[in-house]
């Protein structure tokens, strides 16, 4: 395995000795795929959906072949067939006879084959006729179903095809997908409600066609091992305190503790103080600052107002109570409503089930709200 100077990493997946946890996870997701099953999973964003199937694909069940596909940049079913094609173009062995059929299949469509810029990994764009991508969509699966190992795709941020144009993009998947027996799929998705609006509702095509997963925070003691081993790795003490402090305040989102422990990794040597960790903190806030100010310009006032409160209590279960409202001077319940339908369609805050199935709301950005209850 590769080793890299920071173990706290920020972005992509660098193989298990990185990844803490999503022990349970990982399992589900792959039983589920050994029985034959597709998964949904859902969870906010940053929290390890991408991870986790990283996690899963890098060591799939024995005799898969796992393709992966983030859909976010999407907009329409010929972006998502580039993307495919992209996909299994990258990933496929060339030699293997069956492979080699479906390459040669996306070689007669006359892909342009180009590098990004950033990654420098290949992407194709192939070409097609408006109103054929889905002619083609269903043949390049229809070739994985006659693949000599079973696969699986992941669709990561799969609540876009929503967005697209075409219509019923589901009915379009769905009717596909239910004719295949050696394809199975991981959808995952950040926005809950749109995810939910798929496959929970009974008059939808993917209605019970998944299993659901939601993944939640990593347990506390649990990333506090994890962390404590990898500062101990390098020949740095850090106290248990310490960690329970700075994953509260990065209130457990992985993305979040990530990022405090890669700056005070960077930083420090020797013994990690309270105040070492704290300077670490206050500088992510500096560098955010301008943002944060971006955000209020791109606000109304009483969304504003609204995300400012939200950030203040952590989390808000009862936000047009009378005592919320009066407490921060919201105005009415319904001005509150309305920002409050505002701010989660920006993804400015999301909302959730706590444990006792209460909603609750609460600012997204774990940055913000810190900085928030600095001032
Ligand atoms: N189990 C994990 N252990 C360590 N880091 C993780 C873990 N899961 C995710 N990360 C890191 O946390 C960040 C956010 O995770 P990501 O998978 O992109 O979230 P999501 O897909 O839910 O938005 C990424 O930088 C990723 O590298
Ligand atoms: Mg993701």
């Given at each position: 395995m590769k080793s890299i100077s920071n173990p706290f990493i920020t972005t992509g997946y660098q193989g298990g000795e990185y990844f803490c946890d999503r022990l349970e996870e990982t399992e589900v997701l792959k039983s589920n795929l050994i029985n034959g099953q597709s998964t949904t999973l859902v969870a906010i964003r940053r929290i390890g959906k991408t991870g986790l199937i990283r996690h899963v694909l890098a060591n799939p069940p024995e005799n898969y072949t796992a393709i992966y596909l983030d859909i976010l940049p999407t907009e329409n079913l010929k972006d998502f067939l580039n993307v495919l094609a992209t996909a299994i173009f990258t990933t496929l062995p060339e030699h293997s006879k069956p492979g080699n059929k479906i390459l040669d299949y996306l070689k007669s469509l006359r892909p342009i084959i180009t590098f990004d810029p950033l990654t420098g990994f290949p992407q194709l764009t192939v070409d097609v006729r408006p109103g054929e991508a889905e002619r083609h969509i269903q043949s390049v699966l229809e070739y994985l179903e006659a693949y000599p190992q079973k696969v699986v795709i992941a669709i990561d941020e799969?609540?876009?095809?929503?967005?697209?144009?075409?219509?019923?993009m589901d009915a379009f998947l769905r009717s596909i997908i239910q004719t295949l027996n050696n394809v199975r799929f991981i959808f995952s998705g950040s926005q809950q409600h749109l995810m939910t609006q798929l496959f929970a509702d009974p008059s939808r095509p993917f209605y019970q066609s998944a299993a659901f997963l939601k993944i939640g925070k990593i347990e506390a003691k649990v990333y506090a091992l994890f962390i404590r081993h990898h500062f101990e790795k390098a020949e740095m003490m850090i106290g248990q305190e310490i960690i329970n402090n700075m994953l509260s305040w990065a209130d457990h989102h992985t993305y979040y503790v990530q990022l405090l422990c890669n700056r005070v990794f960077a930083s420090a040597s020797g013994e990690i103080d309270d105040t070492c960790w704290r300077e670490q903190a206050s500088r992510l806030l500096q560098e955010q600052e301008i943002v944060f100010f971006k955000y209020r310009d791109l606000l109304t006032k009483q969304q504003w107002y609204l995300l400012k409160a939200i950030a203040h209590e952590e989390t808000v279960y009862y936000p047009t109570s009378k005592g919320f409202i009066g407490k921060y001077n919201l105005g009415s319940p319904a001005t509150v409503l309305r920002s409050l339908q505002a701010l989660t369609d920006k993804e400015m805050i999301y909302s959730d089930y706590a444990e006792d199935g209460q909603l609750f709301y609460s600012v997204y950005d774990v940055l913000f709200r810190r900085w928030m209850q600095s001032r």
């Open positions: 799969f609540q876009q095809i929503m967005n697209y144009p075409e219509k019923n």
